[in-house]
Structures are given as C-alpha cells and as structure tokens.
C-alpha cells in the first residue's frame, strides 16, 4: 500500500506527514529494531528513540514532536506524526495484514444437527460438530475441529478456532474472538463436602460472553451450578487463563496469561490483572484496579487501586518491602548483634 493512501485512510489520526517520497510502497508493519526497506515502524516514548539513528525502515509513526520528526527527516525517512502512535499503529498493521479467514460454506465432514440455525455467509470447518438448537449468526466462522454442544447461541462475525469446545447453553455474543483450544462452558469446580466424601453438584448454569469479547488459546471458562457466568463487553483473555464458577466479569478488563479466578469472583470495568495473578473465591475488585504479575488476591480490592505480592498489598508498599527482601540477611545479622550486646550488658 503506498504510504499517502495509509496517511489518507487514517484520517484525522494522522496529524501531519512527511512522505519525501510520493509514491513510496509500504509492504509490511515491523518493530523499529527489526524493521526493513519497505516497512513501517513506530516510535513511542524515549526507549525507541536510540533506534532512529539506525532504523532501516522505510516510514515511521511519530508522536506530534518537532525534534524527533526533524530527525527522521534528516535521516530521509518518511513518517506520520499522531497524538496516539501506539494506536494508530494498530490500525496501520491493520491496513496491510489480513488474517487467515476461510470462504463462505460448509465442509463435507461437518455434522450439523438438523434443529441448528445458520445465518448468512456462515463459514464450518472440517469435523465441526454442531448439536440440536444452535443458532449461529452471520458471517460466523467455526475452524475445523469444532465442538458446539446443544442450544448454543453465537452472534454474528464471531470466529472459533480450531479445537475449542463450546458446551450446552454458552451464549456468545458478536464480535467475538475464541482461540484453539479454548473451552467454554464445561462443568465449574462444584463439590459438596459430606461424611462419605465429595458430592457432585450438577452446574445447570450457564456462560455469557457480551460481544467484543475474546478468548486466549487452553483458556476455561467454567459454567456455575445456578445462575451464569458472565464476561462483559470488549474484555480480553489471554492464553491459559481459568475463569472459576459463577465470575461476573465487567468491560473492556484484560486478564493476562495464567491468571485463576476462583469461583463467584466479581471484577468491574477497565481492570487489568497481570500475568499469574491469582484472586480467591468471592473476592471483589472495584473499577479500574490494577494486580501486577504474581499477585495473590485474597480480599477485596478497592476501584482504582494497584496491588502487588501475595497477598496482596498496596503497590508502593510492596515496593518498598521488595527492596528490603535482599538486605534480610544483613538486617537479621545486624539484630543478632544487637541482641548478643543487650544480653551482654545484663
């Protein structure tokens, strides 16, 4: 794509341009440490800015900043200067990278229950099993190996890829992204303690994903025994994560690799839990917080807080305790030697 057409199609996101070049092509994104002739990289924050001096790319996406754009320009590069670099970068790849999507149609190996409901232009992959009373929306794409048990509903545009399961009465809205492996809606983790030993309780509940919503790779979602677990609107799973019986996620939260929710765990809108986060049953987090990597939550975490270590503390005071750590060793000999002359001196 020639790089005018990119600054074009970007809109008012592209503030100001420098194209030395008019009809300069444009094959690929890359990062700026990699990048090549014929890319475009980008530019954000004073890390990426020792790599202008040697950057073999072709364009860059700038932030509005005069010197750095001066700069480029003086190495002969092009570049798009924006306000968000990050995220226009985002669209950029988006403008010249489309991702493998099959046509229209259905394989001959495809088992489809006759009370299943398919919309427009739907796409079923090779040994796709889809059970009675599914409804697929429009335009929704099932990879090979799929699992869609009975009275699943799946709105429109949402993908599943290759080898994940979808048990009964999963309702997933449009837009939706489950990767391979992913399984939702398999029985949660619900046994009652007797004299005799552990009894089975059945999970009659169900799981909800509102649209936008999108699913890592071997990431579980578990279905309660009443009632329904529920992740909100635009809120992203990475690979690995288990989502316990009877969560209640809000919208637009991004949950790292790794990260267990225990069952009946409630988190708001806008949370980001870093990887190998564990939260304990029923524990509330509140809009806007923030778990760094390893933190064990076993209480509720007010909104907008950031929380580190196990269990969890205030980020600043876990920084500080971190720094301590190291010097324990010291500290403890520096006690015994106050204490041998205390004792000493009685």
């Keep these: 794509m020639k790089l005018s057409e990119i600054v074009e199609r970007l809109g008012e996101d592209a503030i100001a341009s420098y194209i030395p ?38 364009a860059l996406v700038l932030p509005d900043d005069e010197t750095l754009q001066e700069q480029v320009r003086q190495r002969g590069i092009a570049w798009v200067s924006t306000r968000h670099p990050r995220e226009v970068f985002a669209r950029t790849i988006a403008l010249l990278y489309r991702p493998f999507r099959p046509e229209p149609g259905i394989h001959d190996t495809a088992a489809i229950a006759p009370s299943a409901t398919l919309g427009k232009n739907v796409h079923i992959g090779a040994n796709v099993v889809v059970h009675e009373g599914v409804v697929l929306g429009d335009e929704v794409c099932v990879h090979a190996n799929v699992v869609v048990y009975p009275q699943v509903t799946i709105g429109d545009r949402t993908v599943l890829h290759a080898n994940c399961t979808v048990h009964e009465r999963t309702q997933i809205g449009a837009d939706c992204t ?50 329904e677990t529920r992740i909100g609107k635009n809120t992203k799973l990475d690979n690995l994560v288990q989502i316990g019986h009877g969560c209640r996620i809000g919208a637009n939260c991004a949950i790292c690799a790794q990260v267990g929710l225990a069952g009946g765990v409630t988190l708001g809108n806008n949370i980001t839990l870093a990887g190998q986060v564990g ?23 007010e909104a907008g807080a950031v929380v580190s270590g196990f269990p969890a503390i205030a980020n600043p005071l876990w920084l500080r305790s971190a720094a301590l750590y190291k010097r324990l060793p010291e500290i403890y000999q520096s006690l015994r030697q106050i204490q041998r002359r205390l004792n000493n001196r009685s």
């Design 279 to 301: 939260v304990a049953n029923r524990a509330k987090i509140g809009d806007g917080a923030v778990a760094s990597a390893k933190t064990g939550i076993h209480q509720d975490v």
């Design 21 to 58: 070049e008019e009809k300069l092509d444009i094959v690929k994104a890359a990062s700026i440490e990699e990048a090549t002739a014929g890319t475009i990289a980008f530019v954000e924050g004073d890390k990426f800015v020792k790599y202008i001096a040697e950057t073999s790319a072709s």
């Design 178 to 227: 489950i990767q391979s492996g992913a399984v939702l809606g398999a029985e949660g983790f619900g046994f009652v303690p007797t004299p005799s030993g552990l009894m089975r309780m059945e999970q009659s509940g169900c799981v909800v994903l509102e649209d936008g919503v999108e699913i890592g790779c071997n990431s579980t979602v578990d279905r309660p025994s009443v009632g």
